[in-house]
């Protein structure tokens, strides 16, 4: 089964840093792409970076030359790097993975939580 865990998050102030990471588990192929979203409360989840096997990445004009996703594709593991933080990037973070099991789906973690005080 294949399994998504987040780890990192936390708290910090604004104009400070957080970082995140992610692993997909369970699957006998690399995850195909792979992206951080996030839900602040009383809000919709949006999406807050993606990234391919390839390497494509976007990013939510939000969080542009703030934040920065990678991939280490032989440990099936994201990061997301978040610097310059405003109070607005409080949420809970998801990962997200397209992974195959019997076959190809889309599969989320259970979040991380990321708060920023002003």
């Known amino acids: 089964q294949v399994q998504v865990v987040e780890s990192g998050g936390g708290l910090a102030q604004a104009g400070g840093s957080l970082s995140l990471s992610c692993t997909v588990s369970?699957?006998?192929?690399?995850?195909?792409?792979m992206g951080w979203y996030r839900q602040a409360p009383g809000k919709q989840r949006e999406l807050v970076a993606t990234?391919?096997?390839?390497?494509?990445?976007d990013y939510a004009d939000s969080v542009k030359g703030r934040f920065t996703i990678a991939r280490d594709n032989a440990k099936n593991t994201i990061y997301l790097q978040m610097n310059s933080l405003k109070p607005e990037d409080t949420a809970v973070y998801y990962c997200?993975?397209?992974?195959?099991?019997?076959?190809?789906?889309?599969?989320w973690g259970k979040g991380t939580l990321v708060t920023v005080s002003s």
């Open positions: 990234i391919t096997s390839g390497g494509r990445i």
């Open positions: 997200s993975a397209r992974a195959y099991f019997t076959a190809w789906g889309d599969y």
């Open positions: 369970g699957s006998p192929f690399s995850a195909n792409t």
